[in-house]
């Protein structure tokens, strides 16, 4: 007697996130290959062709995240006036015009660090408002029970991303100079804009319907007065503002330290900021899993607390290939645990935005950008 022959189990597939969410990462990830070429570029330029002091350089580090406390509330109001997809593509274009600044006026011989100056508060400004939307749009392409998988995916994308633009950037630069680096940082923001405009934005509503038009000083003060009233959310912010002063301090002289003191040049500045960007992507892969076992409030409370341990190496280091392996290790350390904080605050935020909505609580739309 022949026994039949049992079927192979068929295994489930995840759900797919969609064309949409896919097109979107592609979008996201281009754009940050050029950030990160940007990144290596723009201390290099400062400070070993235009000779910036110590202030200089921090200044210039200081404008470039001066929006962030001044824009993100109202960029919150605004994204939520126009369609995600067309602010994307919109802001991508402009930050393609404001980046091809630096190497014309290279060419045109009046570079200086007023240029750098401007350049980088204007750029600052329009990321503001790119990353407003860009995170607005996620919860529109990805169902809710997808969102933290979403997000993992999102962090592993950008950490790969900004290894592979970052070590772009170190060849660039050392092959045609810091100047027509951004060449390449404009090239992928126009790449970004292409793919964006392509996705497909679900879930808006016909024009002037469902969507009453307010003053924005007002949604503004309501998404203030919801933070305020909203425990996890106002403990988020309050956690993101001081990390994000702690990073903005430590982040404005990093780079001029490493290319002065520790004489790593942009090589050395480009290992350091690729290896921390490969932490950046180990961190977001392994957060689902981490959050799974652990849970969201001990995993961020981890990542937060791993975050300024990880910047003490910088304390101690001296010239020489050693110190600077060790800084790369620490700079992975840290944006690995960076990572994993991020992809699980998205979601406990965005989570947070879905318990009030069905909770007949008025859906809040100036606090979003505040919480990345």
Same mark, same amino acid.
Request: charged share 10%; hydrophobic share 55%.
């Given at each position: 007697?022949?026994?039949?022959?049992?079927?192979?189990?068929?295994?489930?597939?995840?759900?797919?996130?969609?064309?949409?969410?896919?097109?979107?990462?592609?979008?996201? &990830?281009?754009?940050?290959?050029?950030? &990160?070429?940007?990144?290596?570029?723009?201390?290099?330029?400062?400070?070993?062709?235009? *000779?910036?002091?110590?202030?200089?350089?921090?200044?210039?580090?200081?404008?470039?995240?001066?929006?962030? $406390?001044?824009?993100?509330?109202?960029?919150?109001?605004?994204?939520?006036?126009?369609?995600?997809?067309?602010?994307?593509?919109?802001? =991508?274009?402009?930050?393609?015009?404001?980046?091809?600044?630096?190497?014309?006026?290279?060419?045109?011989?009046?570079?200086?660090?007023?240029?750098? !100056?401007?350049?980088?508060?204007?750029?600052?400004?329009?990321?503001?408002?790119?990353? /407003?939307?860009?995170?607005?749009?996620?919860?529109?392409?990805?169902?809710?029970?997808?969102?933290?998988?979403?997000?993992?995916?999102?962090?592993?994308?950008? #950490?790969?991303? *900004?290894?592979?633009?970052?070590?772009?950037?170190?060849?660039?630069?050392?092959?045609?100079? @810091?100047?027509?680096? $951004?060449?390449? *940082?404009?090239?992928?923001?126009?790449?970004?804009?292409?793919? /964006?405009?392509?996705?497909?934005?679900?879930?808006?509503?016909?024009?002037?319907?469902?969507?009453?038009?307010?003053?924005?000083?007002?949604?503004?003060?309501?998404?203030?007065?919801?933070?305020?009233?909203?425990?996890?959310?106002? =403990?988020?912010?309050?956690?993101?503002?001081?990390?994000?002063?702690?990073?903005?301090?430590?982040?404005?002289?990093?780079?001029?330290?490493?290319?002065?003191?520790?004489? @790593?040049?942009?090589?050395?500045?480009?290992?350091?900021?690729?290896?921390?960007?490969?932490?950046?992507?180990?961190?977001?892969?392994?957060?689902?899993?981490?959050?799974?076992?652990?849970?969201? #409030?001990?995993?961020?409370?981890?990542?937060?607390?791993?975050?300024?341990?990880?910047?003490?190496?910088?304390?101690?280091?001296?010239?020489?290939?050693?110190?600077?392996?060790?800084?790369?290790?620490? #700079?992975?350390?840290?944006?690995?645990?960076?990572?994993?904080?991020?992809?699980?605050?998205? &979601?406990?935020?965005?989570?947070?935005?879905?318990?009030?909505?069905?909770? &007949?609580?008025?859906?809040?739309?100036?606090?979003?950008?505040?919480? !990345?």
């Amino acid at each position: 007697m022949t026994l039949p022959r049992p079927r192979p189990s068929v295994r489930k597939r995840a759900p797919l996130l969609g064309a949409g969410f896919r097109l979107y990462l592609g979008a996201e &990830s281009a754009g940050l290959v050029g950030t &990160s070429v940007h990144l290596v570029a723009l201390p290099t330029l400062a400070v070993l062709e235009l *000779d910036a002091t110590a202030g200089q350089a921090a200044l210039l580090a200081s404008l470039a995240h001066l929006p962030t $406390f001044l824009l993100a509330l109202p960029a919150g109001g605004i994204v939520d006036r126009y369609t995600k997809r067309a602010l994307l593509v919109g802001t =991508d274009l402009a930050g393609a015009a404001v980046v091809t600044v630096v190497p014309v006026a290279a060419l045109a011989g009046v570079l200086s660090m007023s240029v750098l !100056y401007a350049v980088a508060l204007v750029l600052g400004a329009v990321t503001v408002l790119h990353q /407003a939307a860009a995170i607005a749009l996620v919860p529109q392409l990805v169902e809710p029970a997808l969102l933290h998988r979403a997000n993992a995916r999102v962090g592993a994308a950008f #950490g790969a991303a *900004d290894t592979a633009g970052t070590y772009l950037g170190t060849a660039v630069v050392a092959a045609v100079g @810091a100047a027509k680096a $951004f060449w390449l *940082d404009a090239l992928s923001f126009l790449v970004s804009a292409c793919c /964006a405009s392509r996705i497909a934005e679900p879930g808006l509503p016909p024009e002037g319907e469902g969507r009453p038009r307010r003053r924005l000083a007002g949604e503004i003060w309501e998404g203030l007065a919801y933070t305020a009233r909203t425990p996890l959310v106002r =403990d988020l912010v309050f956690a993101l503002t001081l990390t994000g002063v702690g990073v903005g301090v430590t982040g404005a002289l990093f780079a001029y330290y490493l290319l002065t003191a520790l004489e @790593a040049g942009p090589t050395g500045l480009g290992i350091v900021m690729g290896v921390s960007g490969a932490g950046a992507l180990a961190g977001a892969l392994a957060a689902p899993r981490i959050v799974a076992r652990f849970g969201p #409030g001990h995993t961020l409370l981890a990542g937060f607390a791993t975050c300024p341990v990880a910047g003490l190496p910088l304390l101690f280091a001296r010239p020489g290939p050693v110190w600077l392996a060790a800084l790369a290790a620490a #700079g992975g350390l840290q944006l690995a645990a960076a990572a994993v904080a991020r992809t699980t605050q998205r &979601s406990v935020s965005w989570g947070t935005s879905v318990l009030s909505h069905h909770s &007949s609580l008025e859906p809040v739309k100036g606090v979003r950008v505040a919480l !990345y």
